[in-house]
């Protein structure tokens, strides 16, 4: 990490192999860390289709909107419950891959597991298919 690069950063590999509440738990059991100052980054996209991207658009379709509008929904409310965002009609639009939303379901186990919720930091959806949302736990 910069800018004097003494920061050690070890990346986690996901297992796309193992079910959403799987994932969510492993996220809770990670918490310990943050008790040793350790700091966690769950990066992806809560939103992310490229195949249906709208280069024009601003803002999101109507259906990725609605899907980070339930994101952050869970997030904020019930973190835990994160993996729920799968019943939802959106879901195969918002996710075509698990690669890109897998990290979210580690920070709804983080939060659920520390008794917070998710704080919005930056919203919003672009390109009609991406959602660019960011959230925090120490806000």
């Known amino acids: 990490m910069f800018p004097a690069a003494d920061v050690p950063v070890v990346q986690l590999s996901?297992?796309?192999t193992k079910s959403f509440e799987e994932h969510v738990a492993l996220g809770a059991q990670l918490s310990s860390l943050r008790d040793d100052g350790v700091m966690?980054?769950?990066s992806?996209?809560?939103v992310h289709h490229l195949g249906r991207l709208e280069w024009?658009?601003?803002?999101g379709a109507p259906w990725a909107e609605s899907f980070d509008a339930a994101a952050r929904e869970?997030?904020?409310?019930?973190?835990?419950d994160v993996a729920?965002?799968?019943?939802?009609?959106?879901f195969s639009a918002a996710v075509p891959t698990p690669d890109h939303f897998l990290p979210l379901l580690y920070l709804g186990g983080l939060a659920a597991a520390e008794g917070r919720d998710a704080e919005l930091l930056v919203g919003g959806c672009t390109y009609g298919s991406l959602s660019m949302a960011?959230?925090?736990?120490d806000g």
Do not use: H, M, Q
């Open 14 to 16: 996901l297992d796309a």
């Open 44 to 46: 992806g996209n809560v």
């Open 40 to 42: 966690i980054v769950c």
């Open 56 to 59: 024009g658009t601003r803002g």
């Open 134 to 137: 960011s959230y925090l736990l």
């Open 84 to 90: 729920r965002l799968r019943e939802r009609p959106e």
């Open 74 to 80: 869970l997030l904020v409310d019930a973190p835990g």
